[in-house]
């Protein structure tokens, strides 16, 4: 079975490139969300195996790190492994201080480093 990752608050080249990314090396279904709201409803319409939340969304410039926080304490959604997309490794430890895992950033697509790093969670 296919795994899911859902793309939260990248602008439509972003995303593309992440699909692309995605594609390339896993067997994956990637899914796409702008903000909160569409986010958490899409985390609670099916299995999602991965979140991938960037840095500061495209809608509106808000804080990624508050979408991991409401993934984070909601107990049916808390499990699913999250990353945050940013270049900045300040950002990257705030995330993981609330729970997310070791993200990456858009400038890393390309390394092999990033492919090994969610081989565990989308390989098969």
Known sequence: MKKRVLDVG??????SSIKHFLGKHFDCEV???HGAEDALAALRSG??????VNRK??????????IIRQIKAD??????PVM???NYDEHQQAAMEIGAL???GKLELAKPETAAKLQPILGE
């Open 10 to 15: 990248n602008c439509v080249p972003d995303h």
């Open 31 to 33: 899914l796409q969300a």
């Open 47 to 52: 299995p999602v195996d991965l979140v991938l």
């Open 57 to 66: 969304l495209d809608m509106d410039y808000s804080d990624g790190i508050e």
């Open 75 to 80: 107990a049916d959604l808390a499990k699913v």
């Open 84 to 86: 945050l997309i940013t």
């Open 102 to 104: 070791r993200g990456f």
